[in-house]
T-cell receptor, first 115, second 115 residues
Framework: GAGVSQSPRYKVAKRGQDVALRCDPISGHVSLFWYQQALGQGPEFLTYFQNEAQLDKSGLPSDRFFAERPEGSVSTLKIQRTQQEDSAVYLC?????????????FGPGTRLTVT | AQTVTQSQPEMSVQEAETVTLSCTYDTSESDYYLFWYKQPPSRQMILVIRQEAYKQQNATENRFSVNFQKAAKSFSLKISDSQLGDAAMYFCAYRSAGGNEKLTFGTGTRLTIIP
């Protein structure tokens, strides 16, 4: 595939359940980002990786949120004990690397609904 | 911390006319990058145009151009000859020129094209 892919596209979880959201970046992209987009809002930064190193996780809202990218390619965002306020679209983006002109390419997002 | 403000939640324009979307930002940094992203109903975020803060010349991409006023911390997007396919949410975003590649987004402007 040519673009960033995310799965699942839609996820419904009952409050208290754990969920795992997957992101497949564009092949060869060094940097990978996770953003959270609440309804009617702009995306908010959660965390970012360069290869397998998590360089910034300052946006993760609580210790229930955990992200990993163990082999520097696919990334998983895990949310433990989901709460209703976790309902949002989770966007993944990737870029060639830290060069200043490198564009971030976004995936279609995963819409998480917590009931 | 940087903030990005989009004061127009919704805008509409007649097809073939010109529309300007506003964005202001706050930062203490002297070097940074500004972006306009488009998010159609399909949800996939697409880069429209970018501006390097050190460049005085305003960026243009076909029908899209920006008015970058560094002293006023203003970064507006002008869309000329509006087309039905331009209908989308438009987000202004900021990125530091330092090592951290994360984007800070505004809350967005929903653009409607009137046939």
């Amino acid at each position: 595939g040519a673009g960033v892919s995310q799965s699942p596209r839609y996820k419904v979880a009952k409050r208290g359940q754990d969920v795992a959201l997957r992101c497949d970046p564009i092949s060869g992209h060094v940097s990978l980002f996770w953003y959270q987009q609440a309804l009617g809002q702009g995306p908010e930064f959660l965390t970012y990786f360069q290869n397998e190193a998590q360089l910034d996780k300052s946006g993760l809202p609580s210790d229930r949120f955990f992200a990993e990218r163990p082999e520097g390619s696919v990334s998983t965002l895990k949310i433990q004990r989901t709460q209703q306020e976790d309902s949002a679209v989770y966007l993944c983006a990737s870029s060639l690397g830290p060069g200043l002109s490198y564009e971030q390419y976004f995936g279609p997002g995963t819409r998480l609904t917590v009931t | 911390a940087q903030t990005v403000t989009q004061s127009q939640p919704e805008m509409s324009v007649q097809e073939a006319e010109t529309v300007t979307l506003s964005c202001t930002y706050d930062t203490s940094e002297s070097d940074y990058y500004l972006f306009w992203y488009k998010q159609p109903p399909s949800r996939q975020m697409i880069l429209v145009i970018r501006q390097e803060a050190y460049k005085q010349q305003n960026a243009t991409e076909n029908r899209f151009s920006v008015n970058f006023q560094k002293a006023a911390k203003s970064f507006s997007l002008k869309i000329s000859d509006s087309q039905l396919g331009d209908a989308a949410m438009y987000f202004c975003a900021y990125r530091s020129a330092g090592g951290n590649e994360k984007l800070t987004f505004g809350t967005g402007t929903r653009l409607t094209i009137i046939p």
